[in-house]
């Protein structure tokens, strides 16, 4: 393998950079040529290549968001917008792309491989952590701390003037995230969309609190695909327990900041892990953490398997709110 492209696509996610500059830094190690892509599947179609020396990833470990950039790509969806695709891939003889990204990325990726042969290898970066294949998504990690800091400091207000504050938190429509904070910051209630929680429960909830002495409630709940649903429920809840409710929606702080140590060793072992299959040949999967081990998974199941939360943190936290 002579020359490789990386590029990141949909949502950005803390420790994309460290993926790109494992990506690069490892291929370059090896001999083998980087491009990056800019502005994901559209700067594939428009023809954004820039080539990657191991002085173009200096110093970007630490940074959250993407130097590559990254955007949504209409054209991409079409037959004929993949085609200019793959045709500038190969005008500049590149042999293998790395894409760094959600299931969106992916199903693009695939349709790309199929298509028109393009080796592909995925890269799991965002901070959804709804990606089957993998454990841990890259940016996962940094989203659910920043969530949680901030989850800490809106307990403060809350008991300070005896209210109940729902927080909502990003995820689309998985509750990984929610159910995390909600755990780490010790929230009465979790809502989440693989276990939705009504406004009578959450009412029952709150008074049952009220009753042990709290001074406030803290209920997390997803966005569950509706983003600021919070401020409707918060209505309902506030006329069921005759008192104050307020909604934070901490929205797309959880997406920025520098990466935790966790994620920046994800990224790490996955962008090697990608650009170890390509030169070994290997394409049409995902490299994904299971453990401590990087593991594959064949695109075709990463687009059409759902990744199962895990229920048995849900039922933790159910019984820890008591």
Not at 185 to 200: D, F, H, M, Y
Not at 230 to 252: F, Q, T
Not at 288 to 299: A, C, E, F, R, Y
Request: proline fraction near 3%; hydrophobic fraction near 40%; aromatic fraction near 4%.
């Amino acid at each position: 393998m002579k020359s490789i492209a990386v590029l990141t696509s949909g949502g950005d996610a803390p420790g994309m950079n460290a993926a790109i500059r494992a990506v690069t830094r490892y291929a370059l190690v090896n001999g083998v040529e980087v491009y990056g892509i800019r502005r994901g599947y559209c700067g594939l179609i428009e023809d954004e290549f820039v080539e990657l020396q191991l002085s173009s990833v200096a110093n970007l470990i630490q940074r959250g968001g993407t130097t590559l950039l990254t955007a949504r790509s209409e054209e991409f969806r079409t037959p004929e917008g993949r085609k200019k695709a793959a045709t500038n891939l190969k005008k500049r003889d590149i042999d293998g792309l790395v894409v760094i990204g959600g299931d969106g990325s992916f199903r693009g990726a695939q349709k790309l491989s199929e298509e028109h042969k393009v080796k592909v290898v995925g890269v799991p970066g965002t901070i959804d952590n709804d990606i089957y294949g993998t454990e841990a998504t890259i940016g996962f990690d940094t989203a659910i701390n920043t969530a949680l800091e901030a989850i800490d400091r809106i307990r403060d207000t809350a008991s300070a003037h005896e209210r109940t504050f729902i927080v909502e938190v990003m995820g689309r429509d998985c509750g990984e995230i929610a159910l995390y904070v909600g755990v780490g910051g010790g929230a009465e209630v979790i809502s989440i969309p693989e276990k939705p929680t009504s406004v009578l429960e959450m009412a029952e909830a709150v008074r049952y609190s009220l009753k042990r002495g709290k001074l406030g409630s803290l209920i997390v709940v997803s966005e569950a695909g509706k983003p600021g649903h919070s401020y409707e429920l918060a209505k309902k809840l506030e006329a069921e327990v005759k008192s104050p409710v307020r909604v934070v929606v901490l929205g797309h702080i959880q997406r920025g900041g520098t990466p935790t140590a966790r994620d920046r060793a994800i990224a790490s072992a996955l962008g090697i892990g990608s650009v170890r299959r390509l030169i070994a040949g290997r394409s049409d999967l995902m490299v994904g953490i299971k453990g401590d081990l990087v593991v594959d998974t064949p695109l075709s199941e990463v687009v059409s398997k759902k990744k199962e939360i895990r229920l048995d943190y849900y039922e933790m936290a159910q019984i820890l709110s008591k």
